[in-house]
């Protein structure tokens, strides 16, 4: 592969925003990515930056989604609390809903679970 701007050099690597082969000359190195000097340095430090900000959020969600499942089942043993130890002796409704929102956090937790499996 040689260089789009020098045809006789030959290309050090692409850059990330145009897909160009770059020589030596004409590649500026970012740091995670080559990019046309003077010409696609700035969008492909755009590009990085998102790419960077959307792996943050990525990698932050795992634990985010245990809120959800954790409330339902603080409902469910709230409810299942209520209905075993309810004064005139086990109430069926409170206890199959509490029962209910058990198995939604347990559901909720395993699907959100299979969602982000293969991530560290
Ligand atoms: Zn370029
Ligand atoms: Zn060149």
């Known amino acids: ?11 050090v690597g692409l850059c990330k925003c145009c897909s160009r082969g770059l020589c030596a ?11 046309c000097r003077d010409r ?8 990085n930056m998102i790419i960077e900000q959307s792996a943050r959020i990525y990698s932050s969600a795992p634990k985010n989604i245990l809120i959800g499942p954790i409330f339902f089942l603080f409902m469910g043993l709230l409810f299942a609390g209520f209905g075993l130890f309810s004064p005139n002796g086990i109430s069926a409704f409170p206890l199959l809903l509490g029962v209910g929102f058990i198995l939604f956090a347990v559901v909720a937790f395993v699907r959100s679970r299979a969602l982000f499996r293969g991530q560290p």
């Open 1 to 11: 592969m040689h260089c789009f701007n020098h045809p006789d050099n030959v290309a």
């Open 25 to 35: 000359d004409c590649a500026a190195d970012l740091g995670h990515g080559l990019a």
């Open 40 to 47: 696609h340095e700035q969008q492909v430090e755009a590009m």
